[in-house]
T-cell receptor, first 109, second 115 residues
Framework: DAKTTQPTSMDCAEGRAANLPCNHS???????VYWYRQIHSQGPQYIIH???NNETNEMASLIITEDRKSSTLILPHATLRDTAVYYC??????????FGSGTKLNVKP | SAVISQKPSRDICQRGTSLTIQCQVD?????MFWYRQQPGQSLTLIAT?????????ESGFVIDKFPISRPNLTFSTLTVSNMSPEDSSIYLC????????????FGPGTRLTVL
């Protein structure tokens, strides 16, 4: 069963930062936080993951609270191509992914 | 990242028939997974496909309905048996590419319509 809760949908203006929250209050000490997105029913695309520290890559930043019970995915300059369903997942190494409902991000011009 | 292909990309099938979906990876991987995504829904894990052993099925999924093969470290098949319209979904395979971080990479999916 999914261990995360996310808002159903969010809007963001093109060029602005998109901040997508995720609650994972039952996360265990060794579980990672992963973010994926799915565009037009294509296969989900990996974005970023983290354990405790904040992470940044070329796509996004991941901010994990100190108690690890929530996190925020930040797309610094959203474009229309970032319109997608964003999934936050928690899991162990070699564990299976249980997807929640995700957040539908609508980037508007 | 891993390059994953699935065949067929889409199919329309008749009720009562079976369809086998193939998943091919460009490199050896330990773990392969099969998911189902019903229309307008999120992804649901069907089973974990392990090389050299039987697949491990999630609650609500059984081997008779979704037999899985994993003959080697780069290939797996999922069969959807005795199909009904409720089986109309996108079926996706994924692989665990990075041993240490449990990163999974997904195939493009197979869109199945059952009439």
């Amino acid at each position: 069963d999914a261990k995360t809760t996310q808002p159903t949908s969010m809007d963001c203006a093109e060029g602005r930062a998109a901040n997508l929250p995720c609650n994972h209050s039952t996360i265990s000490g060794n579980e990672y936080v992963y973010w994926y997105r799915q565009i037009h029913s294509q296969g989900p695309q990996y974005i970023i993951h983290g354990l405790k520290n904040n992470e940044t890559n070329e796509m996004a930043s991941l901010i994990i609270t100190e108690d690890r019970k929530s996190s925020t995915l930040i797309l610094p300059h959203a474009t229309l191509r970032d319109t997608a369903v964003y999934y936050c997942i928690v899991g162990y190494n070699f564990n299976k992914f249980y997807f929640g409902s995700g957040t539908k991000l609508n980037v508007k011009p | 990242s891993a390059v994953i292909s699935q065949k067929p990309s889409r199919d329309i099938c008749q009720r009562g028939t079976s369809l086998t979906i193939q998943c091919q990876v460009d490199s050896q991987v330990t773990m392969m997974f099969w998911y189902r995504q019903q229309p307008g829904q999120s992804l649901t894990l069907i089973a974990t496909a392990n090389q050299g052993s039987e697949a491990t099925y999630e609650s609500g999924f059984v081997i008779d309905k979704f037999p899985i093969s994993r003959p080697n470290l780069t290939f797996s098949t999922l069969t959807v048996s005795n199909m009904s319209p409720e089986d109309s979904s996108i079926y996706l395979c994924s692989v665990e590419r990075d041993f240490h971080n449990n990163e999974q990479f997904f195939g493009p999916g197979t869109r199945l319509t059952v009439l």
